[in-house]
Every structure is written in C-alpha cells, then in structure tokens.
C-alpha cells in the first residue's frame, strides 16, 4: 500500500508540474507577442495565413503583408519571404501574399516565396531553406502576436537567427475566454511535434495538429 501511495503521489506531483508549466508556456506566449523586437536583418518572413474562397487574402494575412511591407519601406531588410501553402498554387497564402505586397509598390525581385507548406513546422523549414540558398541568416518575423512565440521557436531550430513583429492586432480587444483558448492552442501547437518525436500515437498527435491548425 505505501508502494502505490507514493506512486499515486508521484504522479499527481507530475501531473501538477505538468500543467504549471503549459500555463506558464501560455502567459509566456501572449506577453512575447505584445513586444516587437524588429532589426535590421537579411529578410523579412510573413508566415501565412487564411486566403479568402474569392482569393484575397484573409484579414490576418492582409495585416501581416501590410505590416511586413511598412518594415521593408523603413528598411528594415532589403526583401521579403512569403510562406504557406501548396507550392506553385496561385492562391497559396505565400502567392497571394507575394501578390498584395507587389500591389503596395514591393519591387517584384525583392518578395520571394516560400511555399509548399501547411504548418508552422513546415513554414519553418522552407523559409529556412530559401535563406540558406541565398547564403542569408537572419530574419524579421512577421505574424499575429498569438503565433511569434511558436513561430520563433521554429525557425530558430531551422539555424535561422529571428526578431519578431508583430502585426497591430490588439490582443487585448479579444475576450479573455477566447484569448485563453487561443493562448492554449498555440501553447498545443508547440508541443505537437516533440510528442509526434517522443513516439506518441500517430492518432493522438494527428489529432491535436488538427485542432492547432482548425482555425479560430
């Protein structure tokens, strides 16, 4: 009985540090995202977003376009990186992006592309790929304020040296109860590929990637 007392214990102990440390994970995320921490660097990435059934591009998308272009017009990095979607696809979000930032008088040769993704994991490693073709190393990542902590995560891991900016999105506009869920779901979206790594159930990882990417 005292063997399976301190079991008991042990895993309740485990449990609770568990779930201490993803809130602490969850705050870290929404206090990183309140900061831009953007210098001069070689390029500036917009990881993608939603595209819009007609083509436009998605309110979040068209935020972080917009937002990585004043960065280019203040000189922030001589060039931009769109990414996200099925590569060669007109309508992936790193072609529609590409596509509105041309239209706000980005010279064509300086947006490149990056696509051929469908997640934060696979944005990563493309944008690090084109960067590391062009001999490029550092880089100013552009996206929701929510999503630069997981972002930077990544892209680091990638070789990649990263300063975050976050687009205007007031954080604080959103009611805490979906600020939460938005907050836990970026914290999941961090955990996803270690659990994917450590061996756990294809089913249970696919399952919580679903969920991370299932949009708001």
């Keep these: 009985m005292r063997v399976l007392r301190y079991a008991l214990y ?11 440390g993803f809130v602490v994970l969850c705050f870290n995320i929404d206090y990183f995202g ?3 921490l953007a210098q001069p660097a070689d390029a500036i990435v917009v990881l993608g977003a939603k595209v819009q059934p007609n083509g436009q591009p998605g309110p979040d998308l068209r ?13 922030m990095a001589p060039r931009l990186i769109c990414s996200g979607g099925v590569e060669g696809d007109p309508l992936s979000a790193a ?8 239209a706000l008088d980005t ?51 990638e070789g990649v040296t990263v300063y975050t900016s976050p687009t ?8 805490w109860p979906l600020r939460g869920y938005y907050m836990v779901r970026e914290g999941a979206g961090i955990l996803w590929p270690y659990l994917e790594h450590a061996g756990f159930p294809p089913e249970w ?10 949009g708001p």
């Design 34 to 36: 309140r900061r831009d």
């Design 168 to 175: 205007t999105t007031n954080v604080d506009s959103i009611d």
């Design 205 to 214: 990882t696919a399952a919580l990637q679903e969920w991370v990417y299932a």
């Design 107 to 157: 010279p064509d040769a300086a947006v490149l592309l990056a696509d051929g993704s469908a997640n934060t994991v696979e944005d990563a490693r493309q944008v690090a790929a084109v960067m590391m073709e062009h001999g490029w190393s550092s880089a100013v990542v552009v996206s929701h304020p929510l999503h630069l902590y997981r972002a930077k995560l990544f892209l680091e891991q």
């Design 95 to 102: 072609a529609v992006c590409r596509g509105l930032a041309i």
């Design 10 to 20: 042990l895993t309740v102990s485990v449990s609770l540090l568990c779930i201490a």
């Design 63 to 75: 935020a972080r376009t917009e937002h990585a272009v004043d960065l280019h017009r203040t000189g």
